[in-house]
């Protein structure tokens, strides 16, 4: 069993910077691989960025590449999305997940609002 909560969320202005964090309870975190996605209000859920369990490679939609960094550390069973130059459209819920076997975990998500 994993849980997963997200934090960090919050409202910034346009050009701002948020960190995200992913704390996970639960002994597979730390082998498994992590992903976050986002859903704005009336859209489907999104792929943001994900990581390997080793944190040695790491994925980004194209929309994020080059401004969200993701990170982990697996010693704090603690997963980040570092989100800079932060524009309205990010305006979403943020969740990470983690998958064993055929389950799929996802935490309550942390809101994120960018104003103009």
């Known amino acids: 069993q994993v849980q997963l909560v997200e934090s960090g969320g919050g409202l910034v202005q346009a050009g701002g910077s948020l960190r995200l964090s992913c704390a996970a309870s639960g002994s597979i975190f730390r082998i498994s691989a992590v992903g976050w996605y986002c859903q704005a209000p009336g859209k489907q859920r999104e792929f943001v960025a994900s990581?390997?369990?080793?944190?040695?490679?790491?994925d980004y939609a194209d929309s994020v590449k080059g401004r969200f960094t993701i990170s982990r550390d697996n010693a704090k069973n603690t997963v980040y999305l570092q989100m800079n130059s932060l524009k309205p459209e990010d305006t979403a819920v943020y969740y990470c997940?983690?998958?064993?076997?055929?389950?799929?975990?996802w935490g309550q998500g942390t809101q994120v609002t960018v104003s103009s």
């Open positions: 997940t983690t998958s064993w076997g055929i389950t799929r975990y």
């Open positions: 990581i390997t369990a080793g944190g040695g490679s790491a």
